[in-house]
């Protein structure tokens, strides 16, 4: 088992950055990939970016592409994700998530390539 807390969401004007952060506990020795998702309100539950469980594969949707960084700290158990040039339509909840893999290039591109979840962290982006 794995618990997941997101943390570093708040409030921005357009054109700003923010860096969330997921620390995990629990069942950290083994090897997980994970990712980052989001849900605006009315829409549903979208990818944003992949790491594997190394760190040296990353994966973008169009939309955050060339603005946003995923990254973790193996060390600290944290997945990170450096968000820059916000845009009003980045207005969501962020949720990170993990799933267990023994291939170090595995990255999961949807929801239900993950196992674990966390309870979110509100992103506001003000126009």
């Known amino acids: 088992q794995v618990q997941l807390v997101e943390s570093g969401g708040g409030l921005v004007q357009a054109g700003g950055s923010l860096r969330l952060s997921c620390a995990a506990s629990?069942?950290?020795?083994?090897?997980?990939?994970m990712g980052w998702f989001r849900q605006a309100p009315g829409k549903e539950r979208e990818f944003v970016a992949a790491?594997?469980?190394?760190?040296?594969?990353?994966y973008y949707a169009d939309s955050v592409k060339g603005r946003f960084t995923i990254s973790r700290d193996n060390a600290k158990n944290t997945l990170y994700l450096q968000m820059n040039s916000l845009k009003p339509e980045d207005t969501a909840i962020y949720y990170c998530?993990?799933?267990?893999?023994?291939?170090?290039?595995?990255?999961?591109?949807?929801?239900?390539?993950?196992?674990?979840w966390g309870q979110g962290t509100q992103v506001t982006v003000s126009s």
């Open positions: 790491i594997s469980w190394t760190g040296g594969s990353t």
């Open positions: 998530a993990a799933r267990y893999t023994d291939i170090t290039y595995y990255m999961g591109l949807t929801s239900s390539d993950y196992t674990y």
């Open positions: 629990g069942r950290t020795s083994s090897t997980y990939a």
